[in-house]
């Protein structure tokens, strides 16, 4: 345990107090939400509830909990993931639905590094000892290609790369409903949810989010859809058409009728990883892939076309 005291700055006046622990020290919504909860908080000597509001000035002092261990990486074949494309420098996944990135606090689960290592992929070493190699990421209910660096020419040109929205991402969804506009840009700004800490949330003061999209077909209570993402924001695609009260079908966590995702045979949000192209970052010619739907997305999409 460790104790750190402060005045609250004047950029949290007003803030709720857990949400103003968790900015100040880099915890998450819900561990702030339990310190404050647990009487680990005090504001001028005293515990308040995690919605008090604080105001500049005040002293916070907080007792922090022993920091967690780095998640460790844990070479396992992973089923079903399938290798694309590799060279010396990258290496392109097809990943299944159940698998995340890499290590995190709190997965036990397979992991892309993980089942790479046990290819005997080699993967380049910059980032964190948990995720080196990964340039972007990939909902774990959420299928399809993943490239990984695997030099660190290749790290350092696909992170900028990624930064600079010089990759072409291409989703395929099916959304709820019909969009009107058939084909539009989604322009909403995107940050943690207010209350729930697992989700993301359409937000006034969160960061740029930009997501084109295009209807590909029409069903009678469902539309196929391409996207192609500006910009990356965890859970992007999935908070922006909720947003729109268009969730993902099968998308329980944004909103979906689950009557819909039960008719479907669906556990998860019918959301696919279809299309990647970039400049090779060492020839510097375009390389595109392109992933065909999974077996669970490929019966939905069928039991929605003859039911049409």
């Known amino acids: 345990m460790t104790a750190r005291s402060l005045p609250v700055p004047d950029g949290l006046d007003g803030m709720r107090l857990d949400q103003a622990v968790s900015r100040l020290f880099g915890l998450s919504r819900t561990a702030a939400a339990t310190l404050v909860e647990a009487g680990d908080a005090l504001v001028d000597g005293i515990p308040r509830p995690k919605s008090d509001k604080v105001s500049a000035g005040a002293w916070l002092e907080v007792t922090l909990p022993a920091p967690v261990t780095a998640p460790t990486l844990v070479a396992a074949p992973v089923h079903g993931m399938k290798i694309i494309y590799s060279d010396d420098d990258i290496v392109v996944v097809d990943k299944p639905v159940g698998v995340a990135a890499h290590p995190s606090p709190g997965w036990s689960g397979p992991t892309v590094i993980g089942g790479l290592a046990a290819m005997g992929q080699n993967v380049a070493t910059s980032g964190a000892a948990e995720r080196q ?117 099968g998308d329980i966590t944004y909103g979906a009728d689950p009557t819909l995702a039960a008719r479907l045979g669906l556990h998860r949000q019918w959301l696919h990883a279809r299309e990647l192209a970039f400049l090779h970052p060492r020839t510097q010619d375009e390389v595109r892939f392109v992933s065909d739907y999974p077996e669970d997305l490929g019966y939905a999409l069928d039991v929605l076309r003859d039911a049409s």
Do not use: N, W
Not at 137 to 146: C, E, F, H, P
Not at 208 to 218: K, Q, R
Not at 230 to 238: D, K, L, N, S, W
């Open 133 to 249: 190699g990964v340039v972007h990421r990939l909902d774990v209910g959420t299928t399809g290609l993943m490239a990984v660096a695997k030099s660190e020419l290749a790290y350092s040109a696909l992170k900028r790369a990624f930064k600079e929205r010089e990759v072409d991402k291409r989703y395929h969804a099916i959304v709820q409903g019909h969009l009107d506009p058939l084909r539009g840009t989604i322009d909403a700004p995107i940050d943690r949810h207010p209350t729930a800490d697992y989700r993301f949330a359409v937000m006034s003061d969160g960061k740029p989010s930009v997501t084109h999209y295009d209807t590909l077909e029409a069903f009678r209570s469902a539309s196929l859809i391409d996207v192609k993402l500006e910009t990356g924001r965890t859970h992007q695609i999935r908070v922006h058409f909720s947003a729109m009260r268009h969730p993902c079908v």
